[in-house]
């Protein structure tokens, strides 16, 4: 049982910092702080900019008081907010993302891209695989592709249920390092990927037949994508989210850390998540050369976020012992 006197005593801050912080906090922080600052530079230029800082200051809002109630407190609630805010979060990022790519990149690289995947394969990947589309198969990976929202969410509630919350730290602090990583590099090069460029955006459903589910999945995934129901040009309001491949990447390190973890879903994830990487190119979303890239970029990204944890860990001891010193 709660000793009641230890929650009448007042916090000390300095145990509650080292204690309850952790790197997953600070990488989103700082992504708040780059799209904020982002909105106040180009703050004419986006009707929304208003709206953008007040969100992202509510976000802070909620990390502190999901810190500070976890800790003052044994209610469970709090700590599944502590530890799961990031989920939402990473999703009201990459729409803010695309707010600013634009303004900051105005220029989409499309051509390169396709000019790339000839190269590298002498046609285009999406009319080869286009010959091989019948409807039980776009079915299929239409809702491996959708799925990506879901794979990394069963994982981490299995992580909560199993009650292990050094591996979901682990889990919440790498995903969203790759996440926000995803979106800063969608800056480098915008593109608005071959359903518009190689393909008749408009055509879609009669070049890849399917059955019952794809066309409203479909409907779902075009609308998180910036295209509303009715667009009369979408290529104009779609995200140019193409280059890397985000579902690419998280999709291989959920599949990398369930494995690592020994997550009872770490087959499940494999086979769907493999489905879904083919996906991402059969269903015309992305360029293989984009497939490509988050894969380099995995490779790169996991074995560079370990110093990056060790220094935000120290950085957070440090800021613990500068406030004890005050």
């Known amino acids: 049982m709660a000793n009641p006197s230890a929650h ?9 910092i080292r204690s309850t912080l952790y790197s997953a906090d600070i990488y989103t922080l700082a992504i708040l702080a780059a799209y904020s600052i982002l909105a106040i530079v180009f703050y004419n230029h986006i009707p929304m900019a208003a709206t953008l800082l007040l ?11 999901s810190v500070l109630l976890s800790h003052l407190t044994e209610f469970r609630l709090f700590t599944l907010i502590r530890y799961f805010y990031v989920i939402p979060v990473v999703y009201l990022m990459y729409d803010q993302t695309h707010y600013f790519v634009r303004l900051v990149h105005p220029y989409d690289y499309d051509n390169w891209l396709v000019e790339a995947d ?8 999406t009319v080869w695989l286009g010959k091989l589309a019948f409807p039980a198969l776009t079915e ?10 879901v794979l990394p969410v069963t994982h981490a509630i299995e992580l909560w249920y199993n009650n292990d919350i050094e591996r979901l730290k682990m889990f919440a602090r790498k995903m969203s390092f790759v996440f926000y990583l995803s979106y800063i590099a969608y800056f480098a090069l915008p593109a608005v990927g071959p359903r518009f460029t190689v393909h008749d955006f408009a055509s879609t459903a009669l070049d ?3 059955l019952c589910l794809t066309e409203p999945l479909r409907a779902i995934v075009n609308a998180g994508g910036g295209i509303t129901a009715g667009a009369l ?25 369930a494995f690592r973890f020994r997550s009872r879903f770490r087959y499940v994830f494999a086979v769907i998540g ?24 995995v490779f790169l990204l996991l074995p560079a976020e370990i110093p990056v944890d060790k220094y935000c860990r120290n950085y957070i001891q440090k800021i613990a012992f500068r406030r004890r010193a005050l």
């Open 274 to 297: 493999g489905s879904l990487i083919v996906s991402t190119v059969y269903l015309r979303y992305h360029y293989v050369v984009d497939v490509l890239a988050g894969i380099i970029l």
């Open 208 to 210: 890849l037949p399917s």
């Open 140 to 149: 299929y990976l239409q809702i491996c592709y959708f799925l990506f929202y």
């Open 8 to 16: 009448s005593q007042p916090p000390d801050w300095q145990q509650l």
């Open 118 to 125: 000839r190269w590298i394969f002498g046609c285009d990947p």
């Open 233 to 257: 040009h979408p290529i104009d309001v779609v995200n140019r989210d193409c280059m890397p491949s985000g579902h690419t990447m998280l999709t291989l390190v959920n599949i990398f850390l």
């Open 55 to 65: 969100e992202n200051l509510l976000i802070v809002v909620v990390i502190a008081s």
